[in-house]
Protein backbone atom coordinates (compact mmCIF):
# COMPACT_ATOMS: atom_id res chain seq x y z
CA UNK A 1 0.00 0.00 0.00
CA UNK A 2 2.54 2.18 0.71
CA UNK A 3 3.94 1.19 -2.80
CA UNK A 4 0.82 2.43 -4.15
CA UNK A 5 0.59 5.27 -2.27
CA UNK A 6 4.41 6.93 -3.35
CA UNK A 7 3.37 5.87 -7.46
CA UNK A 8 -0.12 7.74 -6.83
CA UNK A 9 1.66 10.73 -5.24
CA UNK A 10 4.18 11.13 -7.93
CA UNK A 11 1.92 10.96 -10.85
CA UNK A 12 -0.73 13.82 -9.63
CA UNK A 13 2.47 15.45 -8.59
CA UNK A 14 3.03 17.16 -11.94
CA UNK A 15 -0.97 18.02 -13.00
CA UNK A 16 -3.04 18.49 -9.99
CA UNK A 17 -0.74 20.56 -7.40
CA UNK A 18 -1.24 24.13 -6.55
CA UNK A 19 0.65 26.81 -8.09
CA UNK A 20 3.24 28.81 -6.69
CA UNK A 21 2.29 30.55 -3.90
CA UNK A 22 3.61 33.84 -3.01
CA UNK A 23 4.08 34.58 0.98
CA UNK A 24 2.22 37.22 2.35
CA UNK A 25 3.88 40.84 1.86
CA UNK A 26 5.62 39.81 -1.18
CA UNK A 27 9.27 39.86 -0.62
CA UNK A 28 9.18 41.51 2.77
CA UNK A 29 10.24 45.19 4.23
CA UNK A 30 13.19 46.76 2.84
CA UNK A 31 16.35 47.91 4.02
CA UNK A 32 17.25 51.61 3.08
CA UNK A 33 20.37 51.61 0.87
CA UNK A 34 22.67 53.05 3.07
CA UNK A 35 26.51 53.35 4.92
CA UNK A 36 27.03 52.84 8.04
CA UNK A 37 27.80 57.00 8.34
CA UNK A 38 24.55 57.83 5.74
CA UNK A 39 22.60 55.58 8.72
CA UNK A 40 23.76 57.50 11.52
CA UNK A 41 22.66 60.45 10.16
CA UNK A 42 19.15 59.57 9.87
CA UNK A 43 19.53 58.92 6.06
CA UNK A 44 21.87 61.97 4.81
CA UNK A 45 24.07 61.10 2.48
CA UNK A 46 25.11 61.40 -1.07
CA UNK A 47 24.70 65.21 -0.91
CA UNK A 48 28.33 65.80 -0.54
CA UNK A 49 31.44 65.02 -1.58
CA UNK A 50 32.65 61.64 -0.29
CA UNK A 51 36.11 60.99 1.35
CA UNK A 52 35.75 57.01 1.56
CA UNK A 53 32.83 54.21 0.65
CA UNK A 54 30.33 54.83 -2.46
CA UNK A 55 26.77 55.80 -1.56
CA UNK A 56 24.14 53.99 -3.89
CA UNK A 57 21.53 56.50 -3.57
CA UNK A 58 24.22 59.09 -5.28
CA UNK A 59 27.11 58.02 -6.44
CA UNK A 60 28.77 61.14 -8.26
CA UNK A 61 29.56 61.59 -4.68
CA UNK A 62 32.15 59.82 -4.43
CA UNK A 63 33.84 61.60 -7.22
CA UNK A 64 36.06 63.41 -4.61
CA UNK A 65 37.42 60.05 -3.14
CA UNK A 66 41.59 60.45 -3.63
CA UNK A 67 42.31 56.94 -2.59
CA UNK A 68 41.36 53.61 -3.44
CA UNK A 69 39.29 51.94 -1.05
CA UNK A 70 37.37 48.81 -0.33
CA UNK A 71 34.25 49.42 2.32
CA UNK A 72 32.08 46.47 3.74
CA UNK A 73 29.75 45.92 7.10
CA UNK A 74 27.42 43.92 8.72
CA UNK A 75 24.52 44.52 11.12
CA UNK A 76 22.40 43.07 13.62
CA UNK A 77 17.80 43.69 14.36
CA UNK A 78 16.63 43.28 17.44
CA UNK A 79 12.63 43.51 15.80
CA UNK A 80 9.11 42.94 16.56
CA UNK A 81 9.22 41.29 12.91
CA UNK A 82 10.02 37.73 13.83
CA UNK A 83 11.57 37.65 10.58
CA UNK A 84 14.45 40.43 11.31
CA UNK A 85 14.01 39.76 15.40
CA UNK A 86 17.98 38.44 16.43
CA UNK A 87 19.42 38.33 12.74
CA UNK A 88 22.89 39.28 11.75
CA UNK A 89 24.01 40.51 8.08
CA UNK A 90 25.97 42.01 5.86
CA UNK A 91 24.23 45.26 4.70
CA UNK A 92 26.70 46.44 2.16
CA UNK A 93 29.94 46.06 0.57
CA UNK A 94 31.97 48.50 -1.81
CA UNK A 95 34.83 49.74 -3.27
CA UNK A 96 35.79 53.40 -5.22
CA UNK A 97 38.77 53.05 -7.54
CA UNK A 98 39.85 56.53 -8.71
CA UNK A 99 41.87 57.28 -12.05
CA UNK A 100 43.56 59.61 -13.96
CA UNK A 101 41.77 62.54 -15.26
CA UNK A 102 39.64 63.34 -12.39
CA UNK A 103 37.53 60.10 -13.39
CA UNK A 104 36.46 57.26 -10.80
CA UNK A 105 34.77 53.42 -11.09
CA UNK A 106 32.91 52.65 -8.34
CA UNK A 107 30.76 49.65 -7.71
CA UNK A 108 28.75 48.28 -4.72
CA UNK A 109 25.99 45.77 -3.67
CA UNK A 110 23.82 45.51 -0.71
CA UNK A 111 20.82 44.12 1.20
CA UNK A 112 17.77 45.25 -0.18
CA UNK A 113 15.06 42.67 2.07
CA UNK A 114 14.79 39.88 3.75
CA UNK A 115 11.78 37.40 4.13
CA UNK A 116 11.04 34.33 6.61
CA UNK A 117 7.50 33.57 7.45
CA UNK A 118 5.66 30.23 7.77
CA UNK A 119 1.56 29.61 7.54
CA UNK A 120 -0.62 27.09 6.93
CA UNK A 121 -2.92 27.28 4.05
CA UNK A 122 -6.21 25.65 2.18
CA UNK A 123 -5.13 26.04 -1.59
CA UNK A 124 -7.64 24.09 -4.58
CA UNK A 125 -8.42 21.63 -1.93
CA UNK A 126 -5.11 20.81 -0.46
CA UNK A 127 -4.00 21.96 2.73
CA UNK A 128 -0.35 22.70 2.96
CA UNK A 129 2.39 23.96 5.35
CA UNK A 130 4.13 26.78 4.21
CA UNK A 131 7.55 28.18 5.12
CA UNK A 132 9.20 31.02 2.71
CA UNK A 133 13.01 31.97 3.28
CA UNK A 134 14.59 34.95 1.05
CA UNK A 135 15.47 38.43 0.47
CA UNK A 136 16.49 40.50 -2.86
CA UNK A 137 19.56 42.94 -3.25
CA UNK A 138 20.85 45.67 -5.15
CA UNK A 139 24.05 46.66 -6.58
CA UNK A 140 25.59 49.47 -8.68
CA UNK A 141 28.53 49.66 -10.69
CA UNK A 142 29.57 52.61 -12.99
CA UNK A 143 31.83 55.63 -13.47
CA UNK A 144 31.68 59.63 -11.92
CA UNK A 145 33.78 62.24 -13.29
CA UNK A 146 34.38 65.52 -12.00
CA UNK A 147 33.73 68.31 -14.33
CA UNK A 148 35.77 70.95 -12.30
CA UNK A 149 36.63 71.44 -8.72
CA UNK A 150 32.91 72.25 -7.61
CA UNK A 151 30.92 69.75 -9.79
CA UNK A 152 30.51 65.91 -10.28
CA UNK A 153 28.33 63.66 -12.67
CA UNK A 154 27.85 59.89 -12.70
CA UNK A 155 26.76 57.25 -15.05
CA UNK A 156 26.62 53.95 -14.00
CA UNK A 157 23.89 50.57 -13.90
CA UNK A 158 21.60 49.51 -10.88
CA UNK A 159 20.61 45.80 -10.88
CA UNK A 160 18.42 44.16 -8.42
CA UNK A 161 18.47 40.46 -7.90
CA UNK A 162 17.21 37.86 -5.09
CA UNK A 163 15.38 34.43 -4.60
CA UNK A 164 12.68 33.32 -2.68
CA UNK A 165 12.94 29.11 -1.36
CA UNK A 166 9.21 27.69 0.07
CA UNK A 167 9.00 24.51 1.81
CA UNK A 168 5.89 23.09 0.95
CA UNK A 169 4.04 19.68 2.65
CA UNK A 170 0.39 19.29 1.01
CA UNK A 171 -2.39 17.31 2.37
CA UNK A 172 -5.10 15.88 0.68
CA UNK A 173 -7.80 12.91 1.59
CA UNK A 174 -8.12 10.58 -1.29
CA UNK A 175 -11.68 9.66 -2.78
CA UNK A 176 -12.79 6.75 -1.61
CA UNK A 177 -9.77 6.04 0.11
CA UNK A 178 -8.28 5.73 3.62
CA UNK A 179 -5.45 6.56 2.71
CA UNK A 180 -4.35 10.16 2.85
CA UNK A 181 -2.21 11.29 -0.26
CA UNK A 182 0.75 13.82 0.75
CA UNK A 183 3.33 15.86 -1.31
CA UNK A 184 6.75 17.18 0.06
CA UNK A 185 8.30 19.40 -2.47
CA UNK A 186 10.67 22.52 -2.51
CA UNK A 187 10.26 25.69 -4.98
CA UNK A 188 13.42 27.99 -5.77
CA UNK A 189 12.29 31.51 -7.06
CA UNK A 190 15.14 33.38 -8.70
CA UNK A 191 14.60 36.93 -9.01
CA UNK A 192 17.28 37.53 -12.37
CA UNK A 193 19.25 40.39 -12.51
CA UNK A 194 16.73 43.56 -13.42
CA UNK A 195 18.82 46.33 -14.84
CA UNK A 196 18.41 50.09 -15.24
CA UNK A 197 20.53 52.73 -15.76
CA UNK A 198 21.19 55.22 -12.76
CA UNK A 199 22.59 59.46 -13.26
CA UNK A 200 23.64 61.71 -10.80
CA UNK A 201 25.22 64.71 -10.05
CA UNK A 202 27.04 66.39 -6.69
CA UNK A 203 27.53 70.19 -6.50
CA UNK A 204 29.74 71.34 -3.44
CA UNK A 205 31.26 75.09 -3.16
CA UNK A 206 32.12 76.90 0.12
CA UNK A 207 29.65 75.88 3.41
CA UNK A 208 27.12 74.30 0.69
CA UNK A 209 26.61 71.32 -0.99
CA UNK A 210 24.09 69.33 -3.01
CA UNK A 211 23.38 66.54 -4.69
CA UNK A 212 20.69 64.39 -6.98
CA UNK A 213 20.18 61.20 -8.69
CA UNK A 214 17.41 59.41 -10.69
CA UNK A 215 17.40 55.49 -11.07
CA UNK A 216 15.02 54.11 -14.47
CA UNK A 217 12.63 51.62 -13.85
CA UNK A 218 14.45 47.91 -14.04
CA UNK A 219 13.04 44.79 -15.59
CA UNK A 220 14.13 41.44 -15.41
CA UNK A 221 13.15 37.62 -15.45
CA UNK A 222 11.16 35.52 -12.69
CA UNK A 223 12.22 31.89 -12.84
CA UNK A 224 10.42 29.10 -10.68
CA UNK A 225 12.11 25.39 -10.20
CA UNK A 226 10.04 23.07 -7.93
CA UNK A 227 11.61 19.75 -6.67
CA UNK A 228 9.88 17.13 -5.57
CA UNK A 229 11.57 15.80 -2.42
CA UNK A 230 9.63 12.38 -2.13
CA UNK A 231 9.79 11.53 -6.34
CA UNK A 232 13.07 12.98 -7.73
CA UNK A 233 11.27 14.31 -10.56
CA UNK A 234 12.21 18.50 -11.04
CA UNK A 235 10.25 20.74 -13.37
CA UNK A 236 12.19 24.25 -14.36
CA UNK A 237 9.60 27.06 -15.72
CA UNK A 238 10.77 30.75 -16.73
CA UNK A 239 7.03 32.53 -15.35
CA UNK A 240 7.26 36.03 -16.07
CA UNK A 241 8.81 39.16 -16.15
CA UNK A 242 8.83 41.23 -12.96
CA UNK A 243 9.49 45.25 -12.86
CA UNK A 244 11.14 47.39 -10.47
CA UNK A 245 9.72 50.76 -10.31
CA UNK A 246 12.09 54.00 -10.88
CA UNK A 247 13.28 56.19 -7.77
CA UNK A 248 14.57 59.36 -7.36
CA UNK A 249 16.81 61.09 -4.55
CA UNK A 250 17.98 64.84 -3.45
CA UNK A 251 19.88 66.17 -0.60
CA UNK A 252 21.23 69.39 0.49
CA UNK A 253 24.15 69.73 3.04
CA UNK A 254 25.22 73.07 5.20
CA UNK A 255 28.67 73.71 7.09
CA UNK A 256 27.61 76.67 9.15
CA UNK A 257 30.79 76.46 11.08
CA UNK A 258 34.19 74.20 10.68
CA UNK A 259 33.84 70.56 11.90
CA UNK A 260 29.99 70.69 11.46
CA UNK A 261 27.70 69.83 9.13
CA UNK A 262 23.38 69.84 9.01
CA UNK A 263 21.79 68.19 6.17
CA UNK A 264 18.34 66.67 4.81
CA UNK A 265 17.22 64.34 2.27
CA UNK A 266 14.39 63.24 0.43
CA UNK A 267 13.91 59.92 -1.43
CA UNK A 268 10.99 59.02 -3.57
CA UNK A 269 9.69 55.72 -5.58
CA UNK A 270 7.02 54.97 -7.40
CA UNK A 271 4.62 52.14 -6.66
CA UNK A 272 6.19 48.40 -6.57
CA UNK A 273 4.06 44.83 -6.97
CA UNK A 274 6.10 42.09 -6.96
CA UNK A 275 5.34 38.50 -6.01
CA UNK A 276 1.54 39.05 -5.29
CA UNK A 277 1.80 41.75 -3.14
CA UNK A 278 1.92 46.09 -3.82
CA UNK A 279 3.94 48.20 -2.00
CA UNK A 280 2.60 51.79 -2.36
CA UNK A 281 4.37 54.91 -3.68
CA UNK A 282 5.67 57.24 -0.74
CA UNK A 283 9.16 58.91 -0.01
CA UNK A 284 11.69 59.19 2.57
CA UNK A 285 12.17 62.74 4.48
CA UNK A 286 15.48 62.93 6.64
CA UNK A 287 17.63 65.35 8.51
CA UNK A 288 21.20 65.27 9.90
CA UNK A 289 24.22 66.25 11.66
CA UNK A 290 27.51 65.44 12.17
CA UNK A 291 30.34 67.08 14.16
CA UNK A 292 33.67 66.43 14.18
CA UNK A 293 35.16 66.21 17.76
CA UNK A 294 38.83 65.92 16.70
CA UNK A 295 40.61 64.64 14.08
CA UNK A 296 39.85 61.40 14.73
CA UNK A 297 36.59 60.95 15.88
CA UNK A 298 32.90 62.22 14.18
CA UNK A 299 29.79 62.10 16.43
CA UNK A 300 26.27 62.09 14.34
CA UNK A 301 22.86 62.05 14.73
CA UNK A 302 19.43 62.05 12.78
CA UNK A 303 16.34 61.84 12.07
CA UNK A 304 13.84 60.61 9.22
CA UNK A 305 9.97 59.88 8.53
CA UNK A 306 8.68 57.82 5.78
CA UNK A 307 5.50 58.31 3.50
CA UNK A 308 4.01 55.56 2.34
CA UNK A 309 7.10 52.25 0.98
CA UNK A 310 7.09 49.63 2.98
CA UNK A 311 5.91 51.22 6.58
CA UNK A 312 3.75 54.00 6.39
CA UNK A 313 4.05 56.64 9.06
CA UNK A 314 7.68 54.86 10.66
CA UNK A 315 9.89 57.22 12.17
CA UNK A 316 13.86 56.38 13.16
CA UNK A 317 15.90 58.09 15.30
CA UNK A 318 19.61 57.52 14.76
CA UNK A 319 23.28 58.12 16.10
CA UNK A 320 26.88 57.31 14.94
CA UNK A 321 30.27 57.92 15.69
CA UNK A 322 34.00 56.96 13.65
CA UNK A 323 36.88 56.76 14.14
CA UNK A 324 39.83 57.52 11.43
CA UNK A 325 43.06 56.69 11.07
CA UNK A 326 44.99 59.68 9.85
CA UNK A 327 46.44 59.72 6.12
CA UNK A 328 43.08 58.37 4.34
CA UNK A 329 44.37 55.30 5.94
CA UNK A 330 41.11 53.78 7.28
CA UNK A 331 37.99 54.24 8.83
CA UNK A 332 35.83 52.69 11.62
CA UNK A 333 32.05 53.56 11.13
CA UNK A 334 29.05 52.27 13.95
CA UNK A 335 25.66 53.63 13.91
CA UNK A 336 22.52 52.57 15.97
CA UNK A 337 18.60 52.97 14.75
CA UNK A 338 15.91 52.52 16.31
CA UNK A 339 12.24 52.78 14.29
CA UNK A 340 9.21 53.04 15.23
CA UNK A 341 6.01 52.14 13.21
CA UNK A 342 1.93 51.59 14.56
CA UNK A 343 2.99 49.58 17.77
CA UNK A 344 5.60 48.00 16.58
CA UNK A 345 9.70 48.93 16.78
CA UNK A 346 13.06 47.56 15.36
CA UNK A 347 16.63 48.86 16.77
CA UNK A 348 19.10 47.87 14.38
CA UNK A 349 22.97 48.16 15.00
CA UNK A 350 25.65 48.61 12.08
CA UNK A 351 29.45 48.31 11.55
CA UNK A 352 31.14 49.34 8.76
CA UNK A 353 35.16 49.45 7.92
CA UNK A 354 36.97 51.18 4.88
CA UNK A 355 40.47 50.34 3.97
CA UNK A 356 42.40 52.51 1.46
CA UNK A 357 45.59 51.13 -0.38
CA UNK A 358 47.60 53.64 2.25
CA UNK A 359 46.85 50.97 4.66
CA UNK A 360 49.91 50.03 6.79
Request: glycine content about 14%.
Amino acid sequence: MTIFTMLLSAALASAGLPDFVPPPGGIGCEYPLLTVRGAGMGGVEGCAPADASLSLLNPSASAWVRSTGLAAAIGYSESDLPSRDGKSRFPYVSFVFPLPGRVSLAGGLAARSSFSCADTLSVDGFTGDYLWEGGTGDGYFGAAIRANPHLAFSLGGRFLFGNLQSEVSLDRDSVGQEIPLSWKYREDLYLRSAWGVQLGSTFSQGPVSFGVSITTDRSGDLEMRRDYLTSGDSDSTRTEIYDIPGEGFAGLTLRPVDGISLGMSWFRRKSLSLLGSRTDAGDILAFGAEADLSRSFSLRSGYSRMSGLWRDGARAYSGGLSYSLPGDRAVLDLSVTHEVWDDSGETTFRLGFWGSERWR
